[in-house]
């Protein structure tokens, strides 16, 4: 199948199961309009994230790349009245477009968006005892992947839910021999899914308007 029968495709799927959302369309029209890169999900991804929060039964959310926030308005939205969503973003710029557009979305009070290297914020949240999320949802560097992953054991409790997306890499994930950073940080994450002892993990592949690509999903054990 072509690019063009998969994006056919997913606007069937969309048109007919995601309808069309004032915030969530004003929050990729503000990204567009800040220059930010055109790499959020797709809605119908979204629309899978909202769902897998809401069967997880979450109310505490952490993800891990905020971009402008419609991943994230995707998942708050998910949670009750008295639940809480950090997201970590790197860029301030970006962080000040999501936090604009949670507002906008009416979820500023339940979404919080913490700005610098989720490397050097994760501890704060461990410091803090932010946790146990019951959901993270990783979408950041490929290449901080296997981190991103042992920081989410660390902050989550027995059946939470673990979600890396942007796995395949079109198909490069599969290539032992890659040297591409983004590859071998997500085939480190893989492969610490598999051997963690703790963790129950698959991984799905994908294409849509996004291309080729999928994501990883585990659950973490007693």
């Not at 901080?144 to 042992?150: G, I, L, R």
């Amino acid at each position: 199948m072509s690019q063009k029968q998969w994006n056919a495709v997913e606007r069937y799927f969309t048109d007919q199961l995601v309808p069309a959302d004032e915030a969530l369309s004003a929050a990729l029209a503000a990204s567009e309009a800040a220059g930010l890169p055109a790499i959020s999900v797709a809605p119908n991804e979204g629309k899978l994230l909202h769902l897998l929060a809401r069967v997880q039964g979450a109310r505490r959310i952490l993800e891990i790349g905020t971009l402008g926030g419609y991943s994230t308005i995707w998942l708050a939205r998910a949670l009750p009245e008295d639940g809480k969503l950090i997201s970590l973003e790197y860029d301030p710029a970006h962080a000040e477009v999501a936090r604009a557009n949670l507002a906008h979305a009416g979820l500023d009070k339940i979404a919080e968006v913490r700005t610098g290297p989720a490397l050097e914020s994760l501890p704060v949240l461990a410091a803090e005892d932010a946790g146990p999320f019951d959901l993270v949802f990783i979408d950041a560097d490929k290449k901080n992947n296997p981190h991103y992953v042992e920081w989410a054991l660390k902050l989550t409790r027995p059946g939470s839910l673990i979600i890396v997306d942007n796995v395949v890499r079109n198909g490069a994930v599969a290539d032992a021999d890659s040297t591409d950073a983004a590859v071998l940080g997500t085939r480190r994450a893989i492969e610490l899914m598999a051997e963690h002892p703790r963790l129950s993990a698959t991984a799905v592949q994908t294409v849509g308007t996004k291309g080729y690509d999928g994501f990883a999903l585990a659950r973490v054990l007693d």
